[in-house]
C-alpha cells in the first residue's frame, strides 16, 4: 500500500529512485513521483497519474540530484492524479514529503494551515505535512526538530521521508505504524518501505520502530524517538535471495509464485518435523507443553486469504487436537469489543506483517491481557514484532499481490501448530506419523497439480467467459471455495460465489444456469457420496461442474474434472487449492488482465 524510496549519497538519486519505485509498484500503483535535491539548488519534482513506467518517461534526463525521495501511490485521500500523487510541496517549495498511511486529523490541520495563508494544490491528507513542515522550518532549526514538532501535530499513521532544498545533506524519516527501512551503503544511505527495494544496493538494513524518527545522511544515520531521545540499532541482514524480486522468466510473479510452492512448503517445514515423536518442533511459540494443555480455545484472526487460511487452519486444529477453533476477519473483530478469554489461544496470520487491521486486532487482544502468536511470513514486521511468539512461514518474498505461495505455507504451518497440540493432547502416535509421513509428501504431490498447468489453462479459456463462477466445497473443502473464489475474483474480476455444498439447495440453487458453471471441490473422503448428490442436483437444473477431485465423478456429473494427488484427509485441503489458483491465473491472462496487479487492489493493506 503505497510504496517510498529515498537515496542520498555521491551518485545520482533519479536511476535508484526510479528502479526501487518499480520494484514497490506492487504495493500501489495508480500515480508515482519522484523530488531530487543538491548540486543545482532547489527541489526539482515530477509525478504523474499512472505507472512508474510512466513517470520514467516523464523524467528528464537533466533531473538530478544526490538527494532524493520517490512514492507510488494507491489512493485513500483523492482520486489518482498527477496533482495529488507524491511527493507534496509546501509553498515555498522548500520542503518535499512522500507518506504512507492516513493523517486523522488532516481536515483540522489543512483548515488552521489555509487560514496562515498556505495554499493546497491536492485533495490529499499528506498535503498538510508539507505545509505543517514547513510551518517549523525556521531560519536555523534543523529538519529533523521542524519533522519532530510537525509530526507532535498529527494523529494517524505514517511514513515518510522528507527533503529540504536548504538542508540537502539529510533526508528525515519517520515512522508510526507504516513500515521504513533504512539501507546502509558504502558511503550512501538508502530508504525504503520495503527492502524489496533495497537488496539490490545493499543487504544490512535497520528496520525503524513505531514511534521513531532518523536522519539520514550519506556517511551514515542516527534513530531518535518523537521527544528527542537517541535510539540505537543496530543493523541485520537481509536473507532473502536476490532473485526472489525478479519473475525469473515466467510471465508473471503470479505464476513463479504458484510455482515456487514446492520449494516454499519446504521451507516452511524445515527442521520442524520431529519423527521420532511424530510431531512438530516449534519453538518460536514460547509456549511449554503444559501451557498449551491449559488452552481451551483457538481463535485465529486475518483478513481476506489470510483469513480463509486461518478457517483451514482452524479445521485442522479442531479435527487433529480436537481444541475448539474459529478464524475470523481480523477486520471484524477488532471493532466489536471481543471478549478476551484467558484459556483462550490468538493466532494472528499474516503475509506482510503490515496489515493494518490484523495489527490492531493483535493490540486490542494484547491490551486486554490476550496471548497472541504470529503465523507471519515478513521477519521483524509490524505484526511479528507485536505478538507474544509464533511461526515465521519463510516462503520468501510475495511480490505478486493475490496470496498463492504464502497462503499455502500458511496452511502448511497451521498443520504443524495442529500436529504439535494434537500431540501434546490426544492425537496418537500412529496419527502423528500418518500426518508427518503426509507432510513430507506434499512438494511432490504439488509438483504433480503444477505439472497440469496447460491442461488447466485450457479450461480456464473454456470457463473465463463466463458470467459468473459458484465455488462449492464442504466441511474441509469449503475454506477451499472460498479462497478460490476470492483468487479468481480478484484477478480475472469474473464474479464469484463461494458457498457451502450443503447450503446449495437453501438458496443458490436458484442460481444455477449454464451461464453460471460451478467449481466442486469433490475430495475422496466421508462425504465423498454427499458431494456427489449435490452433483447430480446441479446437473438436474443444467448446470456446467468443473470437479477438482481425487477421482474423476461419472461422466454425467461432471462436464470436466482436474485430478488432485489424495494426501490424508486433513491435509487434503491444501492440495486442491494448487488447480484454483492456476484456474484463477490463466483466466486472468485468458481476459488479458493486468495479472500482477489487479485493479483497486494493493499488497499490504496499512490503513483501517
Ligand atoms: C488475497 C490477498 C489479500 C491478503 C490480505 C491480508 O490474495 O492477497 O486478501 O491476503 O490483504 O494480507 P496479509 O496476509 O499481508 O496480512
Not at 29 to 58: E, P
Not at 487 to 498: D, P
Not at 518 to 526: H, I, N, R, S, Y
Request: charged share 25%.
Amino acid at each position: 500500500m503505497c510504496g517510498i524510496v529515498a537515496y542520498i549519497g555521491p551518485k545520482d538519486a533519479t536511476p535508484f529512485l526510479l528502479e526501487g519505485l518499480a520494484r514497490l509498484e506492487y504495493r500501489g500503483y495508480d500515480s508515482a513521483g519522484v523530488a531530487v535535491a543538491g548540486r543545482t539548488g532547489g527541489i526539482k519534482v515530477r509525478k504523474v497519474k499512472g505507472r512508474v513506467a510512466d513517470l520514467a518517461a516523464a523524467v528528464p534526463a537533466r533531473f538530478k540530484g544526490s538527494t532524493g525521495i520517490g512514492h507510488t501511490r494507491w489512493a485513500t485521500h483523492g482520486v489518482p492524479s498527477d496533482a495529488n500523487a507524491h511527493p507534496h510541496l509546501d509553498n515555498a517549495e522548500r520542503i518535499a514529503v512522500v507518506h504512507n498511511g492516513i493523517i486523522e486529523n488532516a481536515d483540522e490541520l489543512r483548515a488552521k494551515l489555509a487560514a496562515d495563508g498556505a495554499v493546497f494544490r491536492s485533495e490529499t491528507d499528506t498535503e498538510v505535512l508539507g505545509h505543517l513542515i514547513a510551518a517549523h522550518a525556521a531560519e536555523g532549526v534543523e529538519l529533523e526538530e521542524a519533522v519532530r514538532a510537525a509530526l507532535g501535530k498529527v494523529v494517524g499513521t505514517y511514513g515518510i521521508a522528507v527533503l529540504d532544498a536548504e538542508q540537502p545533506d539529510r533526508i528525515v524519516v519517520a515512522r508510526n505504524g507504516s513500515p521504513i527501512v533504512l539501507g546502509i551503503g558504502e558511503k550512501e544511505m538508502f530508504v525504503a518501505s520495503d527492502v524489496s527495494a533495497l537488496v539490490r544496493y545493499t543487504r544490512q538494513v535497520v528496520h525503524l520502530e513505531d514511534g521513531e524518527l532518523a536522519t539520514v545522511r550519506a556517511d551514515g544515520f542516527r534513530t531518535f524517538t518523537e521527544d528527542a531521545r537517541t535510539t540505537h540499532r543496530q543493523p541485520s541482514t537481509v536473507d532473502w535471495e536476490i532473485d526472489s524480486y525478479d519473475t525469473g522468466g515466467y510471465e508473471h510473479f503470479l505464476l513463479k509464485e504458484i510455482h515456487e510452492q514446492p520449494g516454499s512448503v519446504e521451507r516452511t517445514l524445515g527442521g520442524r518435523l520431529d519423527e521420532r515423536f511424530a510431531t512438530a518442533h516449534l519453538g518460536g511459540l514460547n509456549l511449554d507443553a503444559r501451557e498449551l494443555r491449559e488452552i481451551r480455545r483457538v481463535k485465529i484472526l486475518g483478513c481476506g486469504s489470510a483469513y480463509y487460511a486461518g478457517e483451514m487452519g482452524a479445521q485442522l486444529i479442531e479435527e487433529l487436537a480436537r481444541i475448539p477453533a474459529h478464524s475470523e476477519p481480523a477486520s471484524e473483530f477488532r471493532y466489536r469489543n471481543p471478549v478476551i478469554e484467558a484459556d483462550t489461544l490468538y493466532i494472528a496470520v499474516s503475509q506482510s506483517g503490515e496489515t493494518y487491521d490484523t495489527l490492531a486486532a493483535v493490540q486490542e487482544v494484547k491490551r486486554k491481557g490476550g496471548r497472541v502468536l504470529g503465523v507471519v511470513n515478513t521477519v521483524g514486521s509490524a505484526i511479528a514484532r507485536e505478538c507474544d511468539g509464533g511461526i515465521y512461514l519463510h516462503a520468501g518474498p510475495e511480490i505478486s499481490v493475490a496470496s498463492t505461495k504464502a497462503f499455502t505455507s500458511t496452511v502448511v504451518a497451521f498443520a504443524l501448530i495442529a500436529l504439535h497440540f494434537g500431540r501434546i493432547h490426544d492425537l496418537s502416535p500412529a496419527d502423528g506419523r500418518r500426518i508427518v509421513s503426509a507432510l513430507k509428501a506434499l512438494p511432490d504431490q504439488i509438483r504433480e497439480v503444477l505439472a497440469q498447468s496447460d491442461a488447466i489453462a485450457g479450461l480456464a479459456a473454456e470457463y473465463a467467459g463466463s458470467e459468473g463462477m459458484m465455488f462449492i466445497g464442504r466441511v474441509r473443502g469449503y475454506p477451499v471455495a472460498r479462497e478460490g473464489a476470492q483468487k479468481l475474483k480478484e484477478i480475472s474480476y469474473v464474479h464469484a460465489e463461494a458457498y457451502p455444498a450443503s447450503e446449495l439447495k437453501h438458496g443458490p440453487l436458484a442460481l444455477i444456469s449454464p451461464e453460471l458453471p460451478t467449481v466442486a471441490l469433490v475430495p475422496d473422503d466421508e462425504l465423498l457420496d454427499k458431494n456427489l448428490t449435490t452433483l447430480g442436483e446441479i446437473k438436474a437444473r443444467s448446470g456446467r461442474v468443473l470437479a477438482v477431485a481425487h477421482r474423476r465423478p461419472e461422466a454425467k456429473l461432471a462436464d470436466h474434472c482436474i485430478l488432485v494427488p489424495k494426501s490424508e484427509p486433513e491435509l487434503d485441503p491444501l492440495l486442491l487449492n494448487i488447480p484454483l489458483q492456476l484456474l484463477a491465473y490463466h483466466a486472468a491472462v485468458a481476459l488479458g488482465r493486468d495479472v500482477d496487479k489487479p485493479r483497486n487492489l494493493a499488497k499490504s493493506v496499512t490503513v483501517e
